[in-house]
């Protein structure tokens, strides 16, 4: 593996930044409501940070040398893309940031439910285990397979707001002795050498600017004969970078998503090999005959709802619920409530749906290949 560059961590400077962006936000009820208590100034700067890696910078002109600046700088991306984007996913799609399959009337909710138990089954965890959660969000798989499995879960994540959001649901539902978060790169983490008994990702390593350097990391935090588990986004081996409009799906799911560099299903399993482990199970359960895509809820397709408590869930990703929501996040800029930028994120989001459910239906993506392997004892 060639080096790869690792940004400097600055905790105090990340946590001071998170506590003027976001205000009394991270102890609020979340969604909707807390897109309105951001400091505008401290929002531009993110909005900046961010989109200066995206700005007139298509497809057709996109560069090895565009890429590698992304690359360089994938903590500050990945931490302003969730500074920005938290509230958002937590109004359009609940505490757990990741895909799931279908199964025939399964209600939403259940379905990603669903998938973490699958995650944890699969990689057998066990009551009373020492579990690494690499990429937490706000910390709702955890919560899940801490119930499910009756494991012990540190969640690792390198931004200051989600940690606070996680801690606060843990805390709720009573799971504070079971469930803790930290701060931290993924690339670079502090934990010595074997400490845990398994490691899991959801939907998180994708943001890595190299899969073989954060699997090598999370090889060298597994205690030997520990078992890491990840469900991959990953770009199929059917993907032809030198087709411009395969070429712009992918980079509309990279911009809308806060990813510097993904890669092909070859990339992602010659990557967790390299990083030393044995592969002991790896497929995309994109392709399992499900009576659902796992794209579904993106496309606005009522005819697939599993319940009617998942109506709203997918409304709001109908053309006219995205209209309508671009049209009222804009009015609340214009009038003050909302922080000028809110809508530019909201509208990045939605061009990436519609990227994700094109890469779904062409089998050129998928957000859940899995991979369970094992360190060597």
């Known amino acids: 593996m060639a080096p790869i560059a690792l940004e400097p961590e600055d905790h105090s400077r990340d946590a001071a930044f998170a506590k003027v962006l976001h205000g009394k936000s991270a102890s609020g009820r979340g969604g909707f409501m807390s897109m309105m208590g951001k400091d505008p100034v401290a929002q531009k700067a993110a909005l900046d940070e961010y989109f200066k890696h995206w700005d007139n910078k298509d497809a057709g002109t996109e ?7 992304r690359k360089a700088e994938y903590a500050t991306l990945t931490r302003h893309y969730y500074n920005l984007a938290t509230d958002l996913y937590e109004y359009g799609w609940g505490a757990s940031f990741h895909f799931c399959r279908f199964a025939y009337g399964e209600p939403f909710n259940q379905a990603i439910a669903r998938h973490e138990h699958y995650l944890a089954h699969m990689m057998g965890l066990k009551d009373g285990m020492k579990v690494l959660d690499v990429g937490c969000g706000v910390g709702g798989p955890a919560r899940e397979i801490a119930k499910f499995a009756g494991v012990n879960i540190v969640g690792l994540n390198n931004n200051d707001y989600q940690i606070e959001r996680a801690t606060k649901y843990a805390a709720k539902e009573g799971l504070s002795s079971q469930l803790s978060f930290t701060k931290g790169d993924f690339m670079q983490m502090a934990f010595p050498a074997n400490t845990f008994d398994a490691v899991y990702a959801i939907e998180a390593t994708v943001h890595a600017p190299s899969l073989e350097g954060v699997y090598s990391q999370i090889f060298r935090v597994l205690k030997p004969g520990g078992v890491f588990g990840v469900y991959e986004w990953l770009m199929t081996d059917a993907y032809d970078n030198e087709n411009p409009k395969q070429r712009e799906i992918r980079l509309s799911i990279e911009q809308g998503n806060g990813i510097s560099n993904m890669v092909r299903i070859s990339e992602g399993l010659a990557a967790i090999k390299a990083a030393g482990f044995v592969l002991e199970h790896h497929e995309d359960l994109a392709d399992r005959p499900d009576a659902r895509p796992w794209y579904y809820p993106l496309a606005g397709n009522f005819r697939m709802i599993g319940s009617f408590g998942d109506i709203l869930t997918v409304a709001r990703m109908t053309k006219f619920g995205r209209g309508a929501i671009h049209q009222f996040v804009g009015l609340l800029e214009t009038v003050g409530i ?24 062409q089998k050129l993506f998928t957000p859940m290949y899995l991979m369970v392997a094992r360190k060597p004892q």
């Open 63 to 69: 560069t090895q040398e565009i890429r590698e600046a």
């Open 338 to 361: 909302a922080s000028k930028g809110t809508q530019k994120t909201a509208d990045s989001l939605a061009r990436a749906a519609d990227a994700l459910v094109a890469g779904g239906e």
